[in-house]
């Protein structure tokens, strides 16, 4: 077991279970609609050729297989997950595919030593849980060579991703979050970098240089039909993350719930299955000279 800092014990067990189960269960869209705004920050700020590369929080790891191809043979291309089985399954993927140049490990990243120095460090999505992100972006800062890049993908505010937002607003109608619950959680949520005066700060205090936030809007797919959808909302994010600490608790109201999100996920039914809007920062930022 890799150590971790305590305050991130209680979002390690819930990566590592609970969250970890729901991300297999829906990993077709988590790896297409996410997949969509990685590449658009990869396309912005690639990895070059020959590069050392971190992937940060890397999940189920195709991101970092992908890097691997950016930078070819003679680069690296290392992911780092504090999610023990989204690091043994990343792992059992790369060696099918006979990957050479791509790398896992477990480790916590406020705290692990990272190993480095990297060229590039890249996270799709995996930068918001820490409990201190300032101590783990400091860590991360003195993984990487002077003058490396990083680029981060993280959610902007919900406004402008109704997708989730207006689900957790039917949610929060019914249930409040709870003060007490058995569930772990998972940290300070998937929204906690939306703002962009907030993140320049973190980063800017974590020692980084160059810091530019380019906003990224595209389509999301949801799910193939409005149950599939309505499943996914309801099982992952911020309207996931409250059911899921109510648990069984939550059983008398969740049919009357279903129905009011079934009925706001309507307006984004396609041909091509429930497609929504969604928002993001492409973090990017240097590591200067010490
Ligand atoms: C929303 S998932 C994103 C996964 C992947 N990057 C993707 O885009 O599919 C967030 C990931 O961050 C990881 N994570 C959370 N806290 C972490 C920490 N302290 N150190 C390393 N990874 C962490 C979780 O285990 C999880 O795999």
Redesign the pocket.
């Known amino acids: 077991m890799a150590e ?2 305590p305050a ?1 014990a209680e ?2 067990e819930a ?2 279970g609970p ?2 189960e729901r ?1 297999v269960r829906f990993r077709p869209y ?2 297409e609609g ?2 969509r705004h ?1 590449e658009a920050a990869m396309a912005a700020h690639p990895p070059r050729p020959g590069d050392r590369v971190l ?9 970092t297989r992908r890097l691997a191809g950016l930078v070819g043979e003679k680069g690296l291309a290392v992911g ?4 023990q089985p ?1 690091v043994q399954l990343a792992m059992e993927e790369a060696e099918a595919e006979g990957l050479a140049n791509v790398d896992y490990f477990v ?4 705290i ?1 030593d990272l190993g480095g120095p990297f060229d590039y460090v890249f ?9 201190n992100p300032v101590q ?1 972006l400091r860590n991360v800062r003195r993984a990487m060579r002077p003058g490396g890049r990083t680029v981060f ?1 993280v959610w902007r505010r919900k406004l402008d991703n109704g997708w989730v937002h207006e689900a957790e607003q039917v949610v929060e109608r019914y249930l409040e979050h709870p003060e007490e619950t058995e569930e772990p959680t ?2 300070p949520g ?1 929204f906690s970098m939306a703002n962009a005066d907030t993140v320049s700060e973190q980063m800017a205090i974590a020692g980084f240089a160059a810091i530019e936030l380019r906003r990224c809007d595209l389509p999301l797919t949801m799910g193939a039909d409005l149950d599939g959808a309505v499943d996914l909302v309801m099982s992952i994010g911020p309207a996931g993350e409250v059911l899921r600490l109510w648990g069984d608790r939550a059983d008398e109201i969740r049919p009357t719930i279903t129905a009011e999100i079934r009925g706001v996920l309507e307006q984004y039914e396609t041909e091509d299955g429930v497609v929504a809007p969604s928002s993001t920062w492409i973090v990017s930022a240097v590591a200067p000279d010490v």
Not at 55 to 63: M, R, S
Not at 80 to 83: E, G, I, K, Q
């Open positions: 971790v800092a991130n979002s390690t990566w590592s969250l970890f991300f988590v790896a996410l997949g990685g992937d940060i929080g890397c999940g189920f790891g195709d991101t780092v997950d504090v999610s989204f480790g916590d990243v406020q692990a996270s799709r999505m995996g930068v918001m849980f820490f409990a783990a993908v998972c940290g998937p």
